[in-house]
């Protein structure tokens, strides 16, 4: 089965600090790894995704990942915060062999705080 | 454009109405999901229609009832809810490929509902 977990359920930083959001999976293949950000009151937005080749991969608004197949993670990383990075971010996961269709397993999300 | 679109934004809605939830795309993706969201944490699948078919169904109450009319509409019927159904309902598409694969899923800002 697969799955992923996102240990912090918050994380605070100040503006202009480098910001990392961690996300670990689990799965039984290769994995099909997502970052899905959303701010208040509003749907999830696709930020970026992982699928095969580099494994540092760029995404919208300065965000960037790690994949790391021998630790199983796949961290978000921005180099400078901005305060309207304030949201909630969500990792996201499937299976390249799962036989269980358009099916994407989601962390529990870690809401992250920009401080002026 | 990456744009799924949702009506109506809000809904207030009595446990004896039956009410509906719309979802429209013109990426030309050939699936389409139903997530149910709780404040605070991830999505959870509800519905997967590929190819206008339903494929996934997670054990939904059958007070919710999904219906595809074509490759660019979902809509999610509601009917005698319960007030722990008040949640925000994201609608999502994605490409689909009868060979196999995974693509991004790309969300709507979804439907705030409330169960009265």
């Known amino acids: 089965a697969q799955s992923v977990a996102q240990p912090e359920d918050q994380v605070n930083v100040a503006e202009g600090n480098p910001l990392t959001v961690k996300c670990t999976y689990s799965?039984?293949?290769?994995?099909?790894l997502f970052w899905y950000v959303q701010y208040p009151n509003r749907g999830l937005q696709f930020l970026l995704k992982?699928?095969?080749?580099?494994?540092l991969v760029k995404g919208s608004y300065g965000f960037e990942a790690e994949f790391n197949k021998s630790q199983t993670s796949f961290h978000l990383k921005k180099p400078s915060a901005l305060v309207s990075d304030s949201a909630l971010y969500f990792c996201?996961?499937?299976?390249?062999?799962?036989?269980?269709?358009?099916?994407?397993?989601f962390g529990g999300g870690t809401r992250v705080l920009v401080k002026p | 454009d990456t744009e799924v679109t949702q009506t109506p934004k809000h809904l207030v809605m009595g446990m004896t109405n039956k009410k509906s939830l719309k979802c429209e795309q013109h990426?030309?993706?050939?699936?389409m999901y139903w997530y149910k969201q709780k404040a605070k944490k991830p999505p959870e699948l509800m519905f997967v229609?590929?190819?206008?078919?339903?494929?996934i169904n997670e054990s939904v109450p059958s007070r919710f009832s999904p219906e595809c009319p074509n490759s660019s509409l979902l809509n999610l019927h509601l009917h005698a809810l319960q007030p722990e159904d008040s949640a925000l309902y994201l609608c999502?598409?994605?490409?689909?490929?009868?060979?196999?694969?995974?693509?991004?899923?790309?969300f709507g800002e979804g439907s705030w509902l409330t169960v009265v």
């Open positions: 990426m030309g993706h050939r699936a």
């Open positions: 999502a598409s994605s490409q689909e490929s009868r060979t196999g694969g995974f693509y991004t899923i790309y």
């Open positions: 992982y699928i095969t080749g580099d494994n």
């Open positions: 996201a996961v499937r299976d390249d062999i799962e036989a269980a269709g358009n099916k994407l397993t």
């Open positions: 799965v039984s293949g290769n994995p099909y």
């Open positions: 229609y590929s190819y206008e078919k339903l494929s």
